[in-house]
């Protein structure tokens, strides 16, 4: 397997973690009525070493690089890690799970031409996250990422213009070519090299 490049365009969704109240225990507790909220008293709860002093809020960066690098770090929330898609990718290798600063940097991941088509069509930022399975006699290795476009339409060129240039490239083992995967609706095609443009 190689690599699996899901391009954002906006960050369009919030998740909303719902945490259950925490309390001593006691059995003469008032039990909350469905719908009331719990009230906790903070010095109850052990927290053992781990810190609970709020951090500073956020400010404006004001330096491009510092800018890429945090957004990059946040994107990493919504790559899978591949041993959640094959628990047999086990191994870390190589040096291909970082933050992607911008469309130029992806030449540390794929060949060219991709990372100037990366440059060419927009491409802003990316995280990407890489696992093999141990051993070097017929190891598979998968390399997932997320890509950020300004817009939409970026999004959707971009992902049209990696899919092509990455079909056209020879990995070694000559061209990329499509295959059925039977676990997808309708026997579905895709190659080694699944290019993808999602909104998030």
Do not use: W
Request: hydrophobic letters at 40%; charged letters at 20%.
């Amino acid at each position: 397997m190689r690599a699996k490049i899901a391009p954002l365009a906006a960050l369009a969704a919030a998740t909303a973690v719902l945490l259950p109240g925490c309390s001593t225990g006691s059995a003469e507790e008032a039990v909350p009525a469905a719908g009331d909220v719990a009230q906790v008293d903070a010095s109850t709860l052990d927290t053992g070493s781990f810190p609970t002093t709020p951090q500073p809020a956020f400010t404006t960066v004001g330096d491009d690089f510092k800018g890429r690098s945090i957004e990059g770090q946040r994107m990493a929330e919504y790559v899978l890690n591949p041993i959640e898609i094959d628990p047999q990718l086990t191994d870390l290798k190589s040096m291909s799970t970082y933050v992607i600063k911008d469309g130029k940097s992806l030449g540390l991941l794929l060949p060219d031409p991709i990372p100037q088509v990366a440059v060419d069509n927009g491409m802003l930022v990316g995280f990407s996250s890489n696992r093999s399975t141990p051993g070097k006699e017929g190891n598979q290795s998968l390399v997932n990422a997320v890509f950020r476009f300004p817009d939409d339409a970026s999004a959707q060129k971009g992902a049209t213009a990696l899919h092509e240039a990455t079909m056209n490239n020879d990995y070694g083992a000559g061209p990329e070519e499509l295959g059925r995967i039977d676990v997808l609706p309708n026997g579905s095609t895709a190659s080694h090299s699944a290019v993808t443009a999602s909104l998030l």
